[in-house]
C-alpha cells in the first residue's frame, strides 16, 4: 500500500510570485556590496582575465600569467561573457556573479520541473480518498515541486557555495538539469532525449572534467535496467548521449590543442587533473563524507532517509530508484576523491532534495508541526542575537558582545548602512508576517513546514549579508594589501614575479592592477613574495625563498599583511 494519503487542500500550490521573491531573496544577498573573497577570488580571476584580455586567455584559463586549466573553462567563459556584457554598468565583481544567478535559476528550475514530472506519474500519486478530495496528478506534481526547490533552499550547505563564482557551483546546477534530462527519457526514451543526456554531460566534463560524466552515464544506465527498460534501445542511446557530450567537449579540447595559446596546451593539465580525481577510499575520506556531510545536507538528509523508508515496500518506483541510485553513485565518487572539498558536495544536493520532497507526504501531521515549531522558535532567536551583535558592534553595549563582535576584525570601525539597514529591517518584518501566517491561519498545505524553516535560513542570510558585510569584506578581502602594494610600486615596473596563491594574485592584479609576469614567464626586476609571518607555527624558510627567487640581500620596499590575519606576509623586493 502506498505510504501517501493527502487531501486536495494539502496541494495548493505555492503563489509562483512567492517562490520566486524566496530566490531573489536567497541569491541577491551575498552577490551586491562582496569583495571577491579568498575562497573565490581565484575564479574570479579567471574571468577577469578573460574579459580583459585576448584568445589565447579563453583557450587557456589563467589568472593574470598564472595557468588554472585543471577544471574546465565553462564556468569562466559564462562569468567572463557577463563581464564583457554588463561590466561597464554594474563593474566588473558584480556582472561576473550575473552568471551566478543564471546558475542557480537553472539548478532550481531544474529541480523544480524533475520533481514536477515525477510526482505527476500514477505509482506517485496518493492513495484515493474513499468518498474523493484526493489531489490532482498535476497539483500534487505542483506541490512537490515546490516541496523540493524549498528543501533545496533551506540546505546548510547550498548557502555559501552558491553565491560563491566557482565551477564547482556550475556542476552542482548542471547535475540538476542531467537528472531532469534523465528523467525525461527514462519516461520517453526517445533520440531526442538522449541527445539532450549527452547535452548535459558535455557540459558538466567542460566545467570540471570527465569523471563525474562518466560515473552518472554508468548509473543511469544502471536506473534503466532495475527499471527494466529494452537493453539495446537503452545502449544506442547512451552511446548516443556520450558521443554527444564527447563532442561538446571538444569544441574546446581541439582548438586549444591546435592553436597553443602562449605557445603552450592546457589539455595536458587538464587530462592529469581529471586522472588525480579518482584514488582508492581511505577512512580519512569516509570520516571526512559524513563529517561534512551531515551539516552540508541538512536538512535534507532526514526526510531523505525517511523517504526511503517509507517507499521500501514499493517495487521498480522511478522516483525512488532515479535519485537513489545517483546519490549512491555520486557518494562513492566522493569516497575515491584523494582532495575532498566542501564544493564537491553540491553534486549530491539535487537528488538528495529530489528524494526528502518525497519523503515530507509521507510524515505524520505531528511530526511536521514539530518542524514548524523548531524552524520558528530557533530562527526567530538566532536572527534577533544578530541584530543584538550589530547594536553590540556599532554603541559597545552590552560590552562583551561588543567586544566579540570585534575581535575578529581588529582596527576596524563600525557604520551604519542605511540601504543595508533597511534591506534588513524588511526582511525581518517579512519573517514576523511569515510566523503570523503560520500561527493564525494553521494552514494544511504539506510546504508549511519547510517554507518556515527556508525562510528563517534566507532571514539569517540577508542579516548577515547586509549588516555584517563591511565586517566580512574587511576580514577576507586583499583589497587593502593590493592598494598598500601598488602605492609603493614605482611607476615605471612593468613586471612583477611572484609565488602567492590563485586568490591572492587574483585580488592583486584587480584591486591593485600589478603587472604580474605572463604564462610565457620573463625576466623580472621586482618580486613579490609571500610567506608565513615570523614566529608562526610552520613558517616557510624565507632564506630559501629569497635565494630562489635571486633576491637574498635585495631591497625591500613593502611588507606587511592583512590586519585580520595573523598567518600570512607580503614582501615586495627589488632585484640588485
Not at 505510504?3 to 487542500?9: E, S, T
Not at 611588507?559 to 623586493?573: A, I, P, T, Y
Request: aromatic share 12%.
Amino acid at each position: 500500500m502506498k505510504p501517501v494519503r493527502l487531501p486536495a487542500a494539502a496541494t495548493l500550490a505555492l503563489p509562483r510570485w512567492a517562490l520566486l521573491a524566496l530566490g531573489m531573496l536567497y541569491i541577491l544577498p551575498g552577490l551586491i556590496g562582496r569583495h571577491p573573497w579568498k575562497e573565490d577570488a581565484g575564479s574570479f580571476g579567471i574571468m577577469w582575465t578573460m574579459a580583459h584580455g585576448g584568445l589565447d586567455d579563453w583557450l587557456y584559463p589563467n589568472i593574470a600569467g598564472l595557468a588554472s586549466a585543471a577544471e574546465g573553462p565553462l564556468a569562466f567563459w559564462l562569468g567572463a561573457i557577463c563581464i564583457k556584457l554588463f561590466g561597464w554598468i554594474l563593474g566588473d565583481v558584480l556582472a561576473s556573479r550575473v552568471s551566478t544567478i543564471g546558475i542557480f535559476v537553472m539548478g532550481a528550475m531544474s529541480l523544480w520541473y524533475t520533481a514536477f514530472h515525477l510526482g505527476r506519474r500514477a505509482e506517485a500519486q496518493p492513495l484515493r480518498l474513499a468518498f474523493g478530495g484526493q489531489p490532482e496528478p498535476d497539483d500534487y506534481g505542483r506541490t512537490l515541486g515546490d516541496t523540493a526547490v524549498l528543501i533545496y533552499l533551506g540546505c546548510l550547505g547550498l548557502l555559501v557555495q552558491s553565491h560563491l563564482t566557482l565551477a564547482a557551483t556550475l556542476q552542482g546546477a548542471l547535475l540538476s538539469f542531467f537528472l531532469y534530462r534523465a528523467v525525461r527519457y527514462v519516461e520517453s526514451a526517445s533520440t531526442r532525449n538522449a541527445v539532450l543526456v549527452g547535452l548535459s554531460l558535455g557540459l558538466l566534463a567542460l566545467t570540471r572534467g570527465m569523471v563525474a560524466p562518466a560515473v552518472l552515464v554508468v548509473a543511469l544506465y544502471a536506473c534503466t535496467r532495475y527499471l527494466k527498460l529494452a537493453t539495446t534501445e537503452t545502449l544506442r542511446h547512451l552511446a548516443i548521449a556520450a558521443g554527444v557530450g564527447f563532442l561538446i567537449t571538444l569544441a574546446w579540447l581541439l582548438p586549444a590543442a591546435l592553436l597553443q595559446p602562449y605557445g603552450l596546451s592546457p589539455v595536458g593539465e587538464w587530462l592529469d587533473w581529471n586522472a588525480h580525481q579518482i584514488g582508492l577510499p581511505t577512512l580519512s575520506s569516509l570520516g571526512a563524507f559524513f563529517r561534512i556531510g551531515v551539516w552540508f545536507f541538512w536538512p535534507a538528509w532526514p526526510f531523505a532517509v525517511w523517504a526511503i523508508w517509507a517507499w521500501r515496500r514499493q517495487q521498480h518506483l522511478l522516483h525512488i530508484v532515479m535519485p537513489v541510485m545517483f546519490f549512491v553513485a555520486l557518494a562513492a565518487l566522493l569516497l575515491c576523491d584523494p582532495a575532498l572539498e566542501d564544493g564537491d558536495f553540491l553534486k549530491m544536493l539535487a537528488p538528495l532534495a529530489l528524494m526528502a520532497a518525497f519523503g515530507l507526504p509521507t510524515m505524520k501531521r505531528g511530526a511536521i508541526n514539530a518542524i514548524d515549531w523548531f524552524s520558528v522558535m530557533v530562527l526567530t532567536i538566532l536572527g534577533a542575537l544578530v541584530w543584538l551583535f550589530w547594536i553590540a558592534k556599532l554603541t559597545g553595549w552590552p560590552a562583551q558582545l561588543a567586544k566579540n563582535a570585534l575581535k575578529l576584525v581588529p582596527g576596524f570601525r563600525p557604520e551604519v548602512g542605511i540601504i543595508a539597514f533597511l534591506v534588513a529591517a524588511a526582511t525581518s518584518v517579512g519573517w514576523i508576517m511569515l510566523v503570523h501566517w503560520r500561527l493564525s491561519r494553521q494552514p494544511s498545505v504539506l510546504w508549511r513546514a519547510v517554507v518556515l524553516s527556508s525562510s528563517g535560513l534566507i532571514l539569517l542570510w540577508v542579516l548577515l549579508m547586509t549588516l555584517f558585510l563591511p565586517d566580512l569584506n574587511y576580514r577576507k578581502s586583499y583589497a587593502g594589501v593590493a592598494q598598500q602594494i601598488a602605492a609603493s610600486l614605482p611607476a615605471d615596473a612593468d613586471c612583477i614575479e611572484t609565488n602567492v596563491g590563485p586568490a591572492q594574485r587574483a585580488s592583486f592584479a584587480f584591486f591593485g592592477r600589478l603587472p604580474f609576469a605572463g604564462l610565457a614567464g620573463g625576466d623580472c626586476r621586482y618580486v613579490l613574495l609571500q610567506d608565513s609571518a615570523p614566529g608562526r607555527a610552520g613558517n616557510q624558510d624565507s632564506t630559501r625563498l629569497e635565494r630562489r627567487y635571486g633576491v637574498r640581500g635585495a631591497a625591500v620596499l613593502w611588507e606587511g599583511k592583512r590586519v585580520s590575519d595573523r598567518e600570512e606576509r607580503f614582501r615586495l623586493f627589488r632585484k640588485p
